[in-house]
């Protein structure tokens, strides 16, 4: 068998000497147009300057004995290579949701060491010697037949570069070690980025109350949000708070309960954020929270724990005020009005325990 490809790394000043020398082409017909926004080329700068890895490349080159010349020409990654390049030309200026102490500044203003790093920032790429035409578009229709259908997070991921993606992802970090401990989404969700459209929606709820659980509603707060997310740095702190305070009030028991799942675990953000700082569009009452608090609000949630599985198994004939609780988390738990529901009868329950 022979590879028609070896795999190299090459930096980014190697790729800026082969353009001034105009042996890199950037637009080959494999390629679409360049039609990356500012904040999706920021967004790659800001990945680079954090030294994080992203997609290889392919690039085919070619060898022309005439004129001894050799031409590289890049079959898949041009807007990635033509946003570097743009960058390190003063083309744009980073954005500030993007890196705080950076954002605003072109590559000349920013300090040696920094420049260094990203000029010996290196790709992966597959480097695919003299290959015909046909060879690359079967390369590319192999690569396609072993790709998943990206979700909706991963669409928003590849599309959006703004205020809310950012904040999103930055929380993303801090929830890690939380949903690591309670096993909130397994190892392929967080893979699949299950968790970071768990974030955005409670973001959403802290922005505007608690919304429905819809791939459009989802869409519209990335889009709505795209160049500034009122309050970021205030949602960002809460945030932390309020999953700080739960996995106080839970323990290591809170991994046993229901309310560690996605469809419960988003009420009780709401309710204890209610509690906390006042949620938009909950009725509910409010009580300051303490820490010596903490273990009644864990009795409360253990007494709906039982009250769901006694409700499943018919041993218990549960309250009007208990069935709707009941129905709101069994189904249809994504409906906007089920989960204004759940958060305010937690908001009763948790205060009344505390009276």
């Not at 409906?335 to 329950?349: E, I, P, S, V």
Request: aromatic fraction near 12%.
């Amino acid at each position: 068998m022979q590879q028609l490809f070896s795999t190299r790394n090459y930096s980014v000043r190697d790729f800026e000497e082969w353009d001034d020398r105009k042996e890199l082409v950037l637009a080959p017909k494999f390629q679409r147009r360049d039609v990356w926004n500012p904040k999706a080329k920021s967004y790659l700068i800001d990945t680079i300057i954090r030294g994080k890895p992203i997609p290889k490349l392919y690039m085919r080159q070619s060898v022309v004995p005439k004129g001894r010349r050799t031409t590289r020409e890049i079959v898949d990654g041009q807007q990635r290579l033509r946003a570097v390049l743009s960058f390190i030309k003063d083309g744009f200026k980073l954005s500030r949701s993007h890196h705080k102490d950076f954002g605003g500044l072109v590559f000349s203003e920013l300090d040696v060491a920094t420049q260094k790093d990203i000029l010996k920032y290196e790709f992966v790429v597959d480097l695919l010697q003299d290959m015909p035409d046909r060879e690359v578009y079967d390369l590319f229709a192999r690569i396609n037949t072993f790709s998943e259908k990206l979700k909706p997070q991963e669409l928003r991921n590849a599309k959006f570069f703004g205020d809310f993606k950012s904040c999103v992802y930055e929380l993303a970090i801090s929830f890690k070690e939380f949903v690591e401990a309670h096993s909130v989404f397994s190892p392929k969700q967080v893979l699949r980025m299950t968790e970071a459209e768990f974030i955005s929606e409670l973001l959403l709820a802290m922005e505007e109350g608690p919304r429905e659980g819809k791939k459009s509603v989802i869409d519209k707060a990335y889009e709505d949000y795209e160049n500034t997310f009122p309050n970021r740095e205030r949602h960002e702190k809460r945030f932390v708070e309020v999953i700080d305070a739960i996995g106080a009030i839970g323990g290591s028991e809170l991994s046993t309960l229901r309310f560690r799942a996605a469809k419960l675990l988003y009420p009780l953000f709401c309710a204890v954020y209610h509690l906390k700082f006042g949620m938009p569009r909950v009725q509910a009452p409010r009580r300051t929270l303490r820490a010596a608090d903490y273990p009644k609000l864990m009795v409360v949630l253990e007494e709906l724990d039982d009250l769901i599985e006694e409700v499943e198994d018919g041993s218990k004939q549960p309250t009007e005020e208990q069935r709707k609780f009941y129905e709101a988390q069994d189904v249809h738990w994504v409906h906007a009005a089920n989960r204004l529901l759940l958060t305010q009868y937690l908001c009763r329950k948790f205060v009344a325990a505390l009276s």
